[in-house]
C-alpha cells in the first residue's frame, strides 16, 4: 500500500530558529500533499496544501511566512517552521494524496516540535 | 466543506461489535466518507471510505444510509488495539482537502 515518511520524528529547537520537517511519498507520486498542526487532546487542523510546481495553499489565519512549503518533487514536500517559538510547539502531520489506480489519501507518521 | 458530527466518546467491550456512527446532514452528491483513525502520537491511519453503496475491508464495514446524511462504521470485533480517536470526513471531490472534526475516542475493555 501507499506509504508515506515523515522526518524527523522528533525535533527539539531553540527558540529563533527555523526547523525543516520532510514529508516524502515512497511508493506513489503525490502532486498534492497537505499539512496539519495537532495540539494536544484537539484533533487535526489543516495548515495548507501544497502542489507540486505551484505554491502552496494556506488556510485562513495560517502565516505563510511563518510555515514555508515546498512541493519541488512529486514524492517531497517541506514545511520549514521559520523564527519558532514556544507557541509553535506541536504535533505536525503531513498527508500525501494518490490518484493513481486507487485513490486516497496517506498521512505519514507526525513530527513533534518542541520549541525551548 | 460539509461537516460531520459524531459522538465525543464510545466505549466497547473486547470482541464485541462496536458500531460508530456518523451524521453528515449536509453531504453533497459528491461527498466521498472517510473513516480515519489515529493513536496517541501517530499520524491518522486509513479505516474505510465510501460513495454511496456499503464497503467491506479486512477492517472494518462502512454503512452508508440511504440518504446518505448518515453512516456507520463497524468493528465486527473490537480488540485493545482498535483503541483510537474514529474520525468521519466527508471530501468534496477525488482529492480536495480532508477537514477533521472532534472524532471519536473508542475505548476497549478486556
Known amino acids: 500500500g501507499a506509504v508515506v515518511s515523515q522526518h524527523p520524528s522528533r525535533v527539539i529547537c531553540k527558540s529563533g530558529t527555523s526547523v525543516k520537517i520532510e514529508c516524502r511519498s515512497l511508493?506513489?507520486?503525490?502532486?498534492?500533499m497537505f499539512w496539519y498542526r495537532q495540539f494536544p487532546k484537539q484533533s487535526l487542523m489543516l495548515m495548507a496544501t501544497?502542489?507540486?510546481?505551484?505554491?502552496?495553499?494556506?488556510e485562513q489565519g495560517v502565516e505563510k511566512d511563518k510555515f514555508l512549503i515546498n512541493h519541488a518533487s512529486l514524492t517531497l514536500s517541506t514545511l520549514t517552521v521559520t523564527s519558532a517559538h514556544p507557541e509553535d510547539s506541536s504535533f505536525y502531520i503531513c498527508?500525501?494524496?494518490?490518484?493513481?489506480?486507487?485513490?486516497?489519501?496517506?498521512f505519514g507518521s507526525g513530527t513533534r516540535l518542541t520549541v525551548v | 466543506d460539509a461537516k460531520t458530527t459524531q459522538p465525543n466518546s464510545m466505549e466497547s467491550n473486547e470482541e464485541e461489535p462496536v458500531h460508530l456512527p456518523c451524521n453528515h446532514s449536509t453531504i453533497s452528491g459528491t461527498d466521498y466518507i472517510h473513516w480515519y483513525r489515529q493513536l496517541p502520537s501517530q499520524g491518522p491511519e486509513y479505516v474505510i471510505h465510501g460513495l454511496t453503496s456499503n464497503v467491506n475491508n479486512r477492517m472494518a464495514s462502512l454503512a452508508i444510509a440511504e440518504d446518505r446524511k448518515s453512516s456507520t462504521l463497524i468493528l465486527h470485533r473490537a480488540t485493545l488495539r482498535d483503541a483510537a480517536v474514529y474520525y468521519c470526513?466527508?471530501?468534496?471531490?477525488?482529492?480536495?482537502?480532508?477537514?477533521f472534526g472532534q472524532g471519536t475516542e473508542l475505548s476497549v475493555k478486556p
Open positions: 470526513i466527508l471530501s468534496g471531490n477525488q482529492g480536495g482537502k480532508l477537514i
Open positions: 511508493d506513489f507520486q503525490a502532486t498534492t
Open positions: 498527508s500525501a494524496l494518490s490518484t493513481g489506480g486507487v485513490w486516497g489519501y496517506t
Open positions: 501544497s502542489n507540486e510546481g505551484s505554491k502552496a495553499t494556506y
